[in-house]
């Protein structure tokens, strides 16, 4: 089955940091970007990070740069955003999606996972 | 950055009929050198994670139904939705990825009358 499957959300306190993963199976996966992408509550869909197919490569909006750093390891199928200093405007559901376009050519984003909440609060 | 503009912020059509989205970038998102419009289309249930309808502007993903279609080029888009079907209920976005950041739009709801 061809899914990509978040994990690492959950309550953290303003300040903190949590490491969301992404795991991609049933799919190409170290030829493609991967992106990040958050939906606060009842909000729409914003773009936060990509990376390029090994790594070299990486982007992030500029309310999380230098705060969020995006990772992968292609050898286990694994995306990552390392997510430090939170603020309680980045609770939303964290999603990871798969860039469509081959090599250094960019695309839409074809598959997405099912997302993972962050809320942050004290 | 490129802002995406959609309109309207939701609309109502009975079962059935057209419903029409459009959507407008602040620069222009075709590409000169492959003539490509850097436009995607998703769909988002609730509950649910966004899926790919449309890319290119208007190349259908495999596996979504023909009624729903893409329009426009450089600036304006339009999504249709020649017959409006139960399963339609959502919430749509445009995206551009010409360059980054890859900006969406606001969103447009699309309910029954």
């Known amino acids: 089955e061809v899914q990509l499957v978040e994990s690492g959300g959950g309550l953290v306190q303003p300040g903190g940091s949590l490491r969301l993963s992404c795991a991609a199976s049933?799919?190409?996966?170290?030829?493609?970007?991967m992106h990040w992408v958050r939906q606060a509550p009842g909000k729409g869909l914003v773009w936060v990070s990509r990376?390029?197919?090994?790594?070299?490569?990486?982007n992030y909006t500029d309310s999380v740069k230098g705060r969020f750093t995006i990772s992968r390891d292609n050898a286990k199928n694994m995306l990552y955003l390392q997510m430090n200093s939170l603020r309680a405007e980045d609770t939303a559901v964290y999603y990871c999606a798969r860039d469509q376009g081959v090599g250094p050519k960019v695309g839409a984003f074809d598959i997405w996972g099912q997302g993972t909440m962050v809320t942050v609060s004290s | 950055d490129i802002m995406m503009t959609q309109s309207p912020d939701s609309l109502a059509v009975s079962l059935g009929e057209r419903a029409t989205i459009n959507c407008k970038s602040s620069?222009?998102?075709?590409?000169?050198?492959?003539?490509?419009?850097?436009l995607a289309w998703y769909q988002q249930k609730p509950r649910q994670p966004p899926k790919l309808l449309i890319y290119?502007?208007?190349t259908r993903e495999s596996g979504v139904p023909d009624r729903f279609s893409g329009s426009g080029s450089g600036t304006d888009f339009t999504l249709t939705i020649s017959s409006l079907q139960p399963e339609d209920v959502a919430i749509y976005y445009c995206q551009q990825y010409y360059s980054a950041p890859r900006t969406f739009g606001q969103g447009t709801k699309v309910e029954i009358k």
């Open positions: 049933g799919l190409t996966f170290s030829s493609k970007w």
């Open positions: 290119w502007a208007s």
């Open positions: 990376i390029n197919s090994d790594g070299s490569t990486t």
């Open positions: 620069q222009s998102v075709l590409y000169s050198s492959n003539n490509k419009n850097y």
